[in-house]
């Protein structure tokens, strides 16, 4: 009988993945006619509200790539986030060189609602220059700039391959040199 409780356990905690799943693909579908008109699909309310993953107000986490004194590293190394949560991962260069963001790992884990390229007005604040909708895999930010990925992770892991790979000149890449990381989503 504890058998079988439990298989009913495992096929509740799937079913509430597939669930997860079905409601961000909803999403994008919904988002997807808004902008295509018709094609028999009904749109959905336009009032953001329970089960719309994609309009709760994003967790902020900010990741430097780099630092200023030409260090390969990502501060923090390690980072965390929850499933069915909408993130703004700020990708930040204050370092002299470019840097990657890349995880395959964690990418194929993620529901990307868009990334933003950032600029500076004339009064110094971070404004908005450009924001890019679909998937996305990894994320380039060059020096003194900062990018932000907007997502929804639908998979728990743990993912180890967090790194940058930048050539040095001399063939190593910027991952040799420690600009390695590891991300977990719970
Ligand atoms: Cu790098």
Not at 58 to 63: F, N, T
Not at 127 to 147: D, Q, T
Not at 157 to 172: N, P
Request: hydrophobic share 40%; with cysteine; proline share 5%.
């Amino acid at each position: 009988m504890d058998q079988g409780h439990e298989i009913g356990r495992r096929g509740a905690a799937s079913l509430g993945l597939a669930g997860a799943a079905a409601l961000l693909a909803g999403t994008a579908t919904a988002q997807g006619a808004g902008q295509g008109a018709g094609q028999g699909v009904v749109p959905a309310p336009a009032t953001p509200g329970r089960g719309d993953l994609s309009q709760q107000p994003p967790v902020v986490v900010e990741v430097e790539l780099g630092s200023a004194d030409g260090v390969h590293v990502f501060t923090p190394q390690r980072l965390r986030f929850e499933a069915g949560k909408l993130y703004r991962l700020v990708l930040r260069n204050r370092s002299p060189q470019p840097h990657y963001f890349t995880s395959d790992a964690f990418a194929a884990a993620i529901w990307t609602r868009k990334a933003q390229v950032m600029g500076q007005g004339a009064d110094g604040r971070d404004l908005v220059v450009a924001e890019f909708k679909g998937a996305l895999r990894e994320i380039e930010v060059h020096p003194g700039f900062s990018a932000e990925w907007w997502f929804v992770p639908v998979q728990a892991g743990r993912f180890t391959d967090l790194r940058c790979g930048i050539k040095e000149a001399d063939g190593s890449t910027h991952a040799e040199h420690g600009m390695r990381g590891e991300i977990v989503v719970e």
